[in-house]
């Protein structure tokens, strides 16, 4: 048994600090909204910011915008025009991939410098990059409805989570560097 931990004991390394760093930023960000959720019913900030800050680019895009926060207090509802385009709650605000995406990076946790650097740069990246997906979305509804499934259910999915992917195998070629020297 102990020669089957010194074989594989970088990929449990891996497993365990990715799974360790995922529940405890997870556990945090929970903790969070929950404890914001029972002194206030409306969305929490971070989600509430996204949907304004979309908003703003569709309104530098040239689109009468409005973003009000949904009569349920669970949402920020993004209309242009006078039209509902989309429901922004808490998943769509990128917190819990930028969790997802940090929990990756401590796993292959490299020098401490460049790893907290691309952490940081990483989730500034996957948040503007969400923006910009809100954005696309709701100008893809506004101006394209008849495509509004493939839109929400490829699309948007595929942006975010593409991202991820490219700066997770960014983050391995640093790493992999780094590992060498």
């Known amino acids: 048994m102990l020669k089957?931990?010194?074989k594989y004991?970088?990929?449990?390394?891996?497993?365990?600090?990715?799974?360790g760093s995922y529940f405890l930023l997870s556990s945090l960000y929970s903790g969070f909204l929950i404890l914001y959720d029972t002194k206030h019913p409306v969305p929490d900030p971070i989600t509430q910011l996204v949907a304004c800050q979309s908003g703003e680019v569709l309104?530098?895009?040239?689109?009468?915008?409005n973003v009000?926060?949904?009569?349920?207090?669970?949402?920020?509802m993004l209309m242009v025009e006078d039209v509902f385009l989309a429901g922004i709650v808490?998943?769509?605000?990128?917190?819990?991939?930028?969790?997802?995406?940090?929990s990756f990076v401590l796993a292959f946790f490299g020098k401490a410098s460049t790893t907290l650097l691309f952490i940081f740069a990483g989730s500034v990246i996957i948040?503007?990059?969400?923006?910009?997906?809100?954005v696309l979305l709701s100008v893809g509804l506004y101006e394209y409805p008849q495509y509004s499934d493939y839109l929400?259910?490829?699309?948007?999915?595929?942006?975010?989570?593409?991202?991820?992917?490219?700066l997770w195998l960014t983050w391995v070629r640093i790493y992999?560097?780094?590992?060498?020297r």
């Open 68 to 76: 009000v926060m949904h009569h349920s207090g669970l949402s920020m």
């Open 90 to 102: 808490e998943g769509c605000n990128s917190v819990s991939i930028i969790i997802l995406f940090t």
């Open 59 to 65: 309104a530098n895009l040239g689109y009468e915008v």
């Open 9 to 19: 004991r970088l990929v449990l390394r891996f497993i365990f600090i990715f799974l």
């Open 4 to 6: 089957l931990f010194r």
């Open 127 to 134: 948040y503007v990059i969400n923006i910009f997906r809100i």
């Open 152 to 166: 929400h259910t490829l699309f948007f999915p595929l942006a975010i989570y593409g991202t991820v992917f490219i």
């Open 176 to 180: 992999s560097r780094w590992k060498k």
